[in-house]
């Protein structure tokens, strides 16, 4: 079975500054996709990032970027210049398969707040 | 992008009753959907996953007879908790997969706040 431990259960940090959010896993599959989702207070789940495995490049979205390590199964978020927006529970997801009914496993998540 | 929408976004009712919550997939068919209960300050933890056309597949521990899940059309999926306690009072999300290719993305509806009294 998969596993994602999630090691921060709340941070935060100065508004503008950068913060890492921490994520490892544990499969014995080879090729699988990772997420990290953010839930604001409204609790809307919305997709931060998503990394292939097979891919070797890290995923980046503006702000947001990833450091995948796969050897190591870690996969932690970085936010730079960081915004109150950013301000949410920030869950990290692995799913070994693209298949329909494959589910996603979700670490126990990091409160992330952010400081004006 | 793709949505999902979940309907009510809360709902209060009274011990004893039922209440249904229903899930759609807007602008895509889902055959697969997922149901999800959190508690506060917790992760989500997967009740079931709904397939069109066929019974709920439960996780260990989820009663079926009281979580009853309906999933007659691609686009809708049915979530029913039966004789309803305070105890089931929670934040229940559903959530749906587009997979295209080797590309694979899960979309969540807004969640429904349960108050049972």
């Known amino acids: 079975a998969q596993t994602v431990t999630q090691s921060q259960p709340e941070m935060s940090v100065q508004e503008a500054e950068t913060v890492t959010l921490s994520c490892t896993y544990d499969t014995s599959e080879n090729n699988y996709y990772l997420f990290w989702y953010k839930q604001p207070p409204s609790r809307q789940m919305i997709l931060v990032i998503r990394q292939e495995a097979y891919k070797q490049q890290n995923a980046t979205e503006n702000r947001f970027s990833v450091n995948f390590q796969k050897a190591a199964k870690s996969f932690s978020l970085k936010i730079s210049d960081s915004q109150l927006g950013d301000t949410a529970m920030y869950f990290c997801?692995?799913?070994?398969?693209?298949?329909?009914?494959?589910?996603?496993?979700f670490g126990t998540g990091t409160r992330l707040t952010i400081i004006p | 992008g793709a949505v999902v929408s979940q309907h009510p976004s809360w709902v209060i009712c009274k011990s004893g009753t039922s209440v249904k919550i229903e899930c759609r997939s807007l602008d895509f068919q889902a055959t697969t959907m997922f149901w999800y209960r959190q508690f506060p300050k917790q992760s989500l933890m997967l009740m079931a996953t709904s397939n069109e056309g066929s019974k709920a597949t439960y996780e260990q521990g989820v009663e079926k007879d009281k979580f009853l899940i309906n999933h007659a059309s691609l686009t809708l999926s049915t979530l029913t908790v039966t004789s309803a306690h305070p105890e089931d009072s929670s934040f229940y999300i559903c959530?749906?997969?587009?997979?295209?290719?080797?590309?694979?993305?899960?979309?969540f509806g807004q969640g429904t706040r349960l108050t049972v009294v």
């Open positions: 959530s749906a997969r587009i997979i295209a290719g080797w590309n694979t993305e899960a979309f």
């Open positions: 997801a692995f799913i070994r398969s693209n298949f329909g009914n494959e589910k996603l496993t």
